[in-house]
């Protein structure tokens, strides 16, 4: 069962565009809502991470924005440069069963 | 150094052969997380464990297995049940609850020959 659905699956930006990158959950009780990176070969890392108590949190270029009603989260990447390129995923931790569930990932290509 | 150890990076099984990936962590983390990566598919969750000596079946266990002896460790076996095993695995520890930062290893790389 899909816990969380994430979207576009691939995305292609120009060099200094922004990309944004959505991710739906279902589960009301989720309380933290992080995103991750990857590079090929390697394992995922923490980004940044927001949680719900606030609608918006940047960290540089990353901005994490929070739609609590809409059951939504975004990441955005202000000025997207080709070492952004990468695999991101969204996560939303089910508190109560100990699982962590990721979306399907996107793969972002920032083109110079 | 503390952080999550992945060993081999690199292996490869010949059909009809068990395999163990080995995963250490010394980040003191209660919870551990084995996932499967396949182009296109995402991060799908194995299995994990909240505390020694409990696990518990994720999305997709079916020709896996695995154990929970000591806090650092949790070592994955694929076993000649897992149809497709040519993957890459990840192995994941967090302090657990669930909404704390989850720190990956580097992969495993299992290739079937």
């Known amino acids: 069962q899909q816990q969380v659905k994430q979207s576009p699956q691939s995305l292609i930006v120009q060099k200094g565009g922004i990309s944004i990158i959505n991710c739906a959950y279902e589960n009301t009780a989720f309380d933290y809502f992080p995103w991750y990176q990857q590079f090929p070969g390697k394992g995922p890392a923490l980004l940044i991470a927001?949680?719900?108590?606030?609608s918006e949190k940047k960290e540089g270029r990353f901005t994490i924005s929070f739609n609590k009603s809409a059951k939504q989260f975004s990441l955005h990447i202000m000025d997207s440069q080709p070492g952004d390129s990468a695999t991101y995923f969204c996560?939303?931790?089910?508190?109560?069963?100990?699982?962590?569930?990721f979306g399907q990932g996107t793969t972002l290509q920032v083109k110079p | 150094d503390g952080g999550i150890t992945q060993s081999p990076k690199y292996l490869f099984r010949k059909e009809g052969q068990n395999v163990t990936l080995s995963c250490e962590q010394n980040?003191?983390?209660?919870?551990m997380y084995w996932y499967r990566q396949d182009p296109g598919q995402g991060l799908r969750l194995i299995y994990y464990?909240?505390?020694?000596?409990?696990?518990q079946k994720g999305d997709i266990a079916e020709g896996y297995s695995v154990s929970r002896e000591k806090k650092e460790s949790f070592p994955l076996t694929v076993t000649s049940a897992q149809k497709n095993p040519t993957a890459f695995y990840l192995c994941?520890?967090?302090?657990?609850?669930?909404?704390?930062?989850?720190?990956f290893g580097q992969g495993t790389r299992l290739t079937v020959v």
């Open positions: 464990s909240q505390i020694v000596n409990d696990f």
């Open positions: 927001i949680r719900p108590d606030v």
């Open positions: 996560a939303a931790p089910p508190s109560n069963t100990g699982k962590l569930i």
């Open positions: 994941a520890s967090s302090m657990g609850q669930g909404n704390t930062e989850a720190f």
């Open positions: 980040l003191n983390h209660d919870a």
